[in-house]
């Protein structure tokens, strides 16, 4: 029975916490894009176009629903549930943090410990193309159909990589659960380095890393490889005819797929929730980053450079001050510090995904392949065979 | 809980199995043809495979699919007509289709050892270190012949899209 409930619980904050981020994370994207090409980004609803997020909501759920004619009704309406419900499913196996004690009530920081988390997520994503593959055919619509062609494509083409990528970590840490991983990246090398995959003998999981880092922008059909949804060839690939929240579902579903490879990119090579320093120099790391921002939004509130600064941003430097403070209370310590260190590291993994779309053009299609082929699946195989070969000398 | 599960399963397999046939367009098919491997998936999983549980969907469902889907999708193949149905075969069919079943089900109770009813959670063989020891042990040889069989499909397939090139 405390079972299920402390689950509910869980699962209420985790779908909270998940929910939000995905809304702010396009806001972020907006402002990070809008800031790279010199522009404001949004800035008309509340201090700083902070609720636009809600404003998007409100006019997706108000907006008119149109159903195309002649288009295949039962797959018209299933693809964009396939999409989200695959997306928001791997969220469940993703641990936050170490096992932590709620009033006496020992409990992990993760919804579901599964001995094949790794697993299960390749397999919920690799179901997840049906969404796309399916939206774009039933719609009725010559882009669509190129659109929903091209991700099927590429979306098996890239997994194979990917899944390489993803295996050769997995020799090192020996294990398929997420939460085992995360606890033999644990400790120090010579007192200063982390074991991390990325930094952890007997061959560092650098390059594997960066092969997943590319894999997983093609999985998520994001710039460079959003071929299938290429605004100057396809009007908007598969979801050109979807409108309301059905377009809203395949719109959350890409942020999701973010959200999702770059927490499993966290968990499998960069070490979870473990800090960058030993615990001792590191535990106070967030309450100086919080110090640090609060500081900073006073400067620019007591100088403001435009109308209502004064007012906005010191009230972001107290809600800072009081986030640093929350390091200090003894009991949420434990708790807070871990999520600290996995979100920051999830976080600056998306703002590299951001970064990337505002700087780099689209492939071209054929380009687009012959990469995966001839370049990504052959160093993702060297780098499994080099990782399985020192695993094997110096493991026994 | 395990068997209220598995009838459910099996029940959405079946239906799924049946619809791959009864269904006209190929896209619903080899839609239907992806629930029966989820849901052979999740029976899998009961009986304590989780590993090949996974493997099921990643490959069968998630990739070999797939690539049903796209060609089906790639050639837009549009729904089948039916064909004139002829007296003999709407006849024959349906008592033809009990005989096959009736003499498999003979063959199978004749020829093969007594099988008893598998109890869930009783067989804990299925994580994947036990798969992997296995594999690289004991079947060691069997392994690396699909594998090269493969392979050779593989090879055959450029050949043969080779020649149509030139």
């Known amino acids: ?396 | 809980m395990n068997t209220i599960l598995f009838l459910i399963f099996a029940i959405i397999a079946v239906a799924c199995g049946l619809n791959l046939v009864l269904q006209k367009h190929p896209i619903s098919s080899a839609l239907s043809l992806v629930g029966v491997m989820a849901s052979l998936a999740v029976l899998y999983l009961q009986l304590g495979a989780e590993f090949l549980a996974a493997v099921q969907v990643i490959v069968y469902a998630g990739a070999i699919m797939v690539l049903f889907v796209f060609v089906i999708m790639l050639l837009n193949a549009g729904a089948e007509k039916s064909s004139n149905k002829s007296w003999f075969a709407q006849i024959i069919g349906l008592p033809l289709l009990l005989a096959f079943v009736a003499v498999m089900g003979f063959l199978i109770e004749a020829f093969l050892p007594p099988l008893r009813a598998a109890e869930f959670g009783e067989w804990v063989g299925g994580s994947a270190q036990q798969i992997g020891r296995v594999l690289f042990t004991e079947y060691l040889l069997p392994f690396e012949v699909t594998s090269i069989l493969i392979l050779i499909a593989i090879v055959g397939a450029v050949v043969l899209a080779r020649k149509e090139i030139d």
Not at chain 1, 12 to 27: E, G, P, R
Not at chain 1, 290 to 319: E, M, Q, S
Request: one cysteine or more; hydrophobic letters at 55%.
């Open chain 1, 1 to 396: 029975m405390t079972f299920i409930v402390v689950s509910l619980i869980k699962i209420a904050l985790v779908m909270a916490f998940f929910m939000t981020t995905l809304a702010y994370l396009q806001w972020i994207e907006r402002k990070v894009l809008s800031h790279i090409q010199l522009r404001v980004g949004p800035r008309r609803v509340g201090p700083h176009g902070l609720l636009q997020p809600l404003a998007d909501v409100v006019k997706l759920l108000t907006k008119e629903d149109v159903m195309p004619s002649y288009v295949n009704r039962f797959f018209y309406l299933l693809a964009p549930a396939i999409a989200i419900t695959l997306c928001l499913l791997s969220i469940a196996v993703m641990p936050f943090g170490p096992e932590i004690s709620v009033f006496g009530y020992r409990t992990e920081m993760q919804i579901t410990d599964l001995n094949i988390g790794i697993l299960f997520v390749l397999a919920v994503t690799s179901i997840g193309v049906y969404g796309i593959a399916l939206g774009g055919w039933a719609s009725n619509n010559k882009y669509s159909l190129i659109g929903g062609l091209r991700s099927a494509a590429q979306m098996v083409s890239y997994e194979l990589p990917m899944s390489i990528a993803i295996v050769a970590p997995l020799l090192l840490l020996n294990t398929l659960s997420f939460r085992h991983m995360v606890e033999n990246q644990g400790g120090y090398e010579f007192g200063f380095l982390p074991r991390w995959s990325i930094f952890q003998g007997p061959w560092p999981q650098i390059f594997g890393f960066i092969i997943y880092l590319i894999a997983a922008f093609a999985e998520t059909n994001r710039i460079p490889f959003d071929l299938p949804e290429a605004e100057n060839e396809l009007v908007a690939g598969y979801h050109t005819e979807y409108s309301s929240m059905k377009f809203a579902s395949f719109f959350m579903a890409e942020y999701a797929n973010m959200t999702t490879v770059c927490c499993i990119a966290t968990l499998l090579f960069l070490g979870g929730w473990h800090p960058l320093f030993p615990a001792p120099y590191s535990n106070f790391v967030p309450v100086v980053v919080f110090l640090l921002l609060a500081g900073v939004c006073f400067y620019h509130g007591l100088n403001p450079a435009r109308k209502w600064d004064n007012i906005t941003l010191p009230i972001v430097g107290v809600v800072a001050i009081v986030l640093a403070l929350l390091f200090f209370v003894p009991v949420l310590n434990t708790i807070l510090i871990p999520i600290f260190w996995f979100v920051s590291k999830v976080g600056f993994l998306l703002f590299v995904f951001i970064w990337v779309r505002g700087t780099l053009p689209r492939f071209r299609y054929d380009q687009l392949m012959k990469f995966a082929w001839t370049f990504l699946f052959p160093a993702a195989l060297i780098n499994l065979l080099i990782t399985g070969f020192l695993v094997a000398v110096a493991g026994h």
